[in-house]
């Protein structure tokens, strides 16, 4: 995430991206090759496929035997690798690297699983949307565990400077409508809530369905925030909307689904803002899998050494270290940040000033909360200075006179908490 000095907004307002009346996208050309990222370990020896398959445009890829995990090509080519990756925390991914070929071939096995949204159906959503652009939740609908009553469909965007969503309501408001519809139909879920800003109630009444209004104020747009404004529900610590019936989804998402039953193809393009180094935003579309480094060169952005590239918004995006790192279906964002606008981050202690305090909308006593972070007492942080109340606004960094990294502590004292209770588990 950033610091305030980056985005040059001031406190105590900050106020979401909006998009022009008129928006320009700029499409990036197909790379010579794409990387898929799957969120599963790398598991050799239980592969399904090896280097040099022939791959399809939309072609699902199930990864493993006995797994259910799978990517969607963008592109039609060649394997030519698959491999390790680590992300975030030292979390494992399996990536696909895929050559590709000179002439596209659009894979059919979707259409004949979906045979038109008149027979939509939830494993078919399952099976094969789940890298859609926008990700959406298809886990979340079919877990008995959890059965969902309410899906609420976010048009606004939730982290500060992006505009994906508000760009699909503008320019696909038909797909989302289609996608509602696919929706209600494959959940059973007939609740269903749009959450939106003020200049989108206009364009929304359209779909027919009941419209909420946010305010434009970050972080009202994040879902915890949601919950408690707009449904009147509290999501309680440690738990997500989820756990009490709410599914969350993006516009992009609910129009991905829409448009893959209309068109019989698996849509592979995404959309996300890149804010470039003097702080100018674009809008741009690419197929899942671009690096980083091809979108740079469309732009003409050079890096130099100890430039920074965050995959995400500023308020909640992450670091990633390699200008190859691909797009993903869920990257809205890509910032580029020149070396010395990124704040040194400082060793100096907690003064107690109180800010973050001030600001957290979950009234966490972070002064508190961050010293057994920073000693690495994840346990004693969680059971006494509420960890897990925390809707990760990344709002305490922002204001932190002292420059500490809090929001990295609670991000990274939750991961570890969740291995460690995963381990557990596990363990018996
Ligand atoms: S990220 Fe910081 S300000 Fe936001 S909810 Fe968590 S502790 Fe509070
Ligand atoms: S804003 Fe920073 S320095 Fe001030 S109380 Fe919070 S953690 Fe301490």
């Known amino acids: 995430m950033i610091k305030r000095s980056f985005i040059g907004l001031s406190k105590p307002r900050l106020a979401y991206g909006s998009l022009e009346d008129t928006p320009s996208l ?6 010579k090759e794409v990387t898929l990222l799957a969120d599963c370990p790398f598991d050799k020896k239980n592969l399904l496929f090896k280097k040099k398959a022939a791959v399809k445009t939309g072609q699902r890829l199930l990864l493993y035997k006995e797994s259910d995990e799978y990517v969607v090509s963008s592109v039609t080519g060649e394997v030519s690798s698959i491999s390790s990756y680590t992300g975030d925390f030292g979390r494992s991914y399996t990536a696909i690297a895929i050559e590709v070929a000179g002439d596209e071939e659009i894979d059919d096995e979707f259409n004949s699983a979906a045979s038109g949204s008149k027979d939509a159906s939830l494993e078919t959503v399952k099976n094969y949307l789940a890298f859609a652009p926008g990700n959406p939740p298809v886990k979340l609908f079919s877990d008995k565990d959890k059965p969902i009553n309410t899906i609420v469909v976010c048009c606004v965007d939730s982290d500060l400077l992006i505009t994906t969503n508000q760009y699909i309501v503008k320019s696909d408001i038909d797909a989302i409508k289609n996608g509602i519809s696919i929706l209600k139909t494959v959940t059973g879920v007939n609740d269903i809530i749009m959450v939106a800003s003020q200049s989108q109630m206009h364009e929304l009444s359209a779909t027919g369905e009941k419209v909420n209004q946010v305010n434009d104020t970050y972080p009202s747009a994040l879902p915890h925030l949601i919950m408690k404004n707009v449904l009147g529900k509290m999501v309680p610590a ?3 909307p989820e756990d009490i019936g709410v599914c969350f989804i993006s516009a992009e998402a609910v129009a991905s689904i829409g448009n893959a039953f ?7 393009t995404k959309i996300f803002t890149l804010v470039k180094k003097d702080g100018s935003k674009s809008l741009v579309s690419a197929r899942i899998g671009t690096p980083a480094s091809d979108i740079f060169k469309a732009f003409n952005i050079t890096l130099n050494e100890n430039d920074r590239i965050i995959f995400g918004g500023p308020m909640t995006g992450s670091s990633v270290y390699s200008e190859d790192h691909p797009v993903q279906p869920d990257t809205d964002a890509i910032i580029v940040q020149d070396k010395d606008d990124i704040p040194v981050i400082s060793d100096y202690p907690c003064t107690n000033c109180g800010d973050c305090i001030r600001v957290c909308p979950a009234n966490i006593q972070i002064n508190l909360l961050v010293r057994f972070l920073e000693a690495g007492q994840y346990e004693a942080a969680a059971d006494q200075y509420d960890l897990y109340s925390c809707i990760e606004c990344g709002l305490c960094s922002y204001v932190c006179v002292s420059e500490m990294p ?22 018996g």
Do not use: D, H, M
């Open 238 to 240: 440690g738990k997500t």
């Open 262 to 268: 209309k068109s019989g193809q698996i849509p592979v």
């Open 406 to 427: 809090i929001f990295q502590y609670i991000r990274a004292a939750k991961y570890e908490l969740g291995r460690a209770n995963t381990a557990e588990a596990t363990n």
């Open 26 to 31: 700029k499409q990036i050309p197909t790379s």
